[in-house]
Structure formats: structure tokens, C-alpha cells
Nanobody, 125 residues
Framework: VQLQASGGGLVQAGDSLRLPCAASGRTFSSYDAGWFRQAPGMEREFVAAISWSGGSAYNADSVKGRFTISRDNAKNTMYLQMNSLKPEDTAIYYC???????????????????WGQGTQVTVSS
């Protein structure tokens, strides 16, 4: 499966952004999917993940109550709605996919074999 993230940009603290991730090449509903981010000089970190059906979702503590992950399998697209953005949310955001499995979706970087190219989100104070 190929993935392409988009929707990044420069915003002010408190603003909102929605990042789409478009999938192609394989049936997207066969995959769990997630969002990760990487700030300069930092390790890539988990943001949110969603099961193949959309029935199970999990967010990192740092974004709980502000970010929402969702997916539309009919459109082969996953989304990350980001509200109340903070300067510390500044990073390159990547979408990723892994073959669907039982239980909660993967939260480890190593668990995802398929990655999009990333989209830059910059939040000014």
C-alpha cells in the first residue's frame, strides 16, 4: 500500500488543522493505520492509531482531547483532526499502515512497514 499525507502548514497556537492520508495500491480496509510525528533532533513518536474498521482508536497522552483520528475506507483515506494546536506540536507528521490484527492497533514505529512521505506542521506562538 502507498500512502500520501497532506494538509500541513503554518498556523498559530490555538488553531486547527486536518491532515488527510490517502492510500492506494491495496485495499485500505485490510490495514490498521496510524499517525506519527518527528520534531527536529527528536525520535519519531506515536500520535494516534486506528483499527482497520475504525472501531478502535488510541491517542498518545500528549494529544488526548485535542487530536482525533478517523478513517473513511470507502475513500481510502485516513484523517487526523488537530485542534487547539500548541507550538510543541510542531513536527513533520507521517501516516503509516500495518496489516490488520486483532486487538488494539500498533503504537510502535517498528510495527508499521508502510509509510507516507510526511507533511510539515508548524505552530507559532
Amino acid at each position: 500500500v502507498q500512502l500520501q499525507a497532506s494538509g500541513g502548514g503554518l498556523v498559530q497556537a490555538g488553531d486547527s488543522l486536518r491532515l488527510p492520508c490517502a492510500a492506494s495500491g491495496r485495499t485500505f480496509s485490510s490495514y490498521d493505520a496510524g499517525w506519527f510525528r518527528q520534531a527536529p533532533g527528536m525520535e519519531r513518536e506515536f500520535v494516534a492509531a486506528i483499527s482497520w474498521s475504525g472501531g478502535s482508536a488510541y491517542n498518545a497522552d500528549s494529544v488526548k482531547g485535542r487530536f482525533t483520528i478517523s478513517r473513511d475506507n470507502a475513500k481510502n483515506t485516513m484523517y487526523l483532526q488537530m485542534n487547539s494546536l500548541k507550538p510543541e506540536d510542531t513536527a513533520i507528521y507521517y501516516c503509516a499502515a500495518a496489516p490488520a490484527r486483532r486487538g488494539i492497533p500498533q503504537i510502535a514505529v517498528e510495527g508499521y512497514p508502510y509509510w507516507g512521505q510526511g507533511t510539515q506542521v508548524t505552530v507559532s506562538s
